[in-house]
Structure formats: C-alpha cells, structure tokens
C-alpha cells in the first residue's frame, strides 16, 4: 500500500517539476541489487504507462520500499538504518584484516544478505537463542584471526546501538567472514 501510495506521489511531483535526489542511491544499488532492478523495471513500466521518466533516483526509492518489505522494517528509516550499519561492519572488516572485498564473489554476496537480516534484527532488539555453544567454542579457537573481526563489531553494535551479539549472532558472523579471508588467501 505505501509503495502505491508512493509511486503516485512521485508521478505527481514530476509533473509539478519536483524531482527528489535520493542520497543513499549508490548504496541502494550496492547492497540491494535485486530490489534495484525491479525498481528500474517500475519505472519503465511507469514510463511506458504514463510517458513520464522518473528516473534511478526513483528507482532507488521503489527499492527501499520493497527492502523495507523484505525485512519487515516499519519504514524507510529502518532501512537506512539497516544500510548505514550494513556499510560500517563492511568497512570494519575492511580496515581490521586490510582487504579488498571482492563484491563479485558469492562469499561476499551471502555475508551481504547475512547482514541485511542481522542489522533487521540489531534494530529490532530480537535475539537467537544461543543454541550452537559447542560450535561456537570449536569454531573461535580455530578461526582466532576472524574472530578479533567479530569482536570488532560486536563492540562497535554494543557501542553504537546497545546491542549485546549472542553466541549465535558471532557464530554466523564468524563463518562468513571466514570464507572471506579464506578467498582472499586464495
């Protein structure tokens, strides 16, 4: 219904001349490429329809509103939230092990969905249960290089939003930045 509710507004304000820039389009179409390209078929189908051309930055709106969707957010803020946070862990991890991300790599793209869920649940306050110690255990004294990243983040959520990560939460975290470092060694 808001997305409706939305696409009329913007079809209504471009034919008053009022175009809105939508700041966080580069991220939008980096974090959330799918929802990217479905927001640019709407505005083809929205083109075709109406003769007016509302352009990415539109397009980037109707993402938002389909992320939002997705991950339950109760509105757009929530998903600028979720993609301010999405781009501080990546970057966390960025500068703690000085790599490159390769975005391209299925690695990469699994962390990103792990983390578009994660940051949902962050602003949500839901918590697993923490059902996987004995992993847990295992998984951190084999993996110590990895792991001082999970600890990065995990104090800056604590910091940052007064959000304690559960066993499981750094469990998960763990993994994908693992297969990370681990292509990167490849």
């Given at each position: 219904?808001?997305?409706?509710?939305?696409?009329?507004?913007?079809?209504?304000?471009?034919?008053?001349?009022?175009?809105?820039?939508?700041?966080?389009?580069?991220?939008?179409?980096?974090?959330?490429?799918?929802?990217?390209?479905?927001?640019?078929?709407a505005i083809e189908w929205?083109?075709?329809?109406?003769?007016?051309?509302?352009?990415?930055?539109?397009?980037?709106?109707?993402?938002?509103?389909?992320?939002?969707?997705?991950?339950?957010?109760?509105?757009?803020?929530?998903?600028?939230?979720?993609?301010?946070?999405?781009?501080?862990?990546?970057?966390?991890?960025?500068?703690?092990?000085?790599?490159?991300?390769?975005?391209?790599?299925?690695?990469?793209?699994?962390?990103?969905?792990?983390?578009?869920?994660?940051?949902?649940?962050?602003?949500?306050?839901?918590?697993?249960?923490?059902?996987?110690?004995?992993?847990?255990?295992?998984?951190?004294?084999?993996?110590?290089?990895?792991?001082?990243?999970?600890?990065?983040?995990?104090?800056?959520?604590?910091?940052?939003?007064?959000?304690?990560?559960?066993?499981?939460?750094?469990?998960?975290?763990?993994?994908?930045?693992?297969?990370?470092?681990?292509?990167?060694?490849?």
């Amino acid at each position: 219904m808001t997305l409706t509710d939305h696409i009329n507004s913007a079809v209504a304000r471009y034919r008053e001349g009022i175009a809105l820039k939508n700041m966080m389009k580069i991220d939008i179409r980096k974090f959330y490429p799918k929802e990217y390209q479905v927001g640019m078929h709407a505005i083809e189908w929205i083109k075709e329809q109406t003769g007016e051309d509302l352009g990415d930055d539109e397009a980037a709106f109707i993402a938002m509103h389909i992320v939002s969707a997705e991950l339950n957010a109760q509105n757009i803020t929530d998903v600028n939230q979720i993609t301010e946070l999405i781009n501080t862990v990546l970057q966390i991890v960025r500068i703690h092990f000085k790599i490159d991300l390769n975005e391209e790599s299925i690695s990469y793209e699994r962390f990103l969905t792990h983390l578009k869920f994660f940051a949902a649940k962050v602003f949500d306050h839901m918590e697993y249960k923490d059902t996987m110690q004995e992993i847990y255990k295992v998984m951190v004294e084999q993996n110590e290089n990895a792991f001082s990243g999970v600890k990065k983040i995990a104090e800056y959520i604590k910091k940052q939003y007064n959000y304690k990560l559960t066993i499981d939460e750094q469990l998960y975290l763990l993994i994908h930045i693992k297969r990370i470092l681990d292509e990167q060694t490849k």
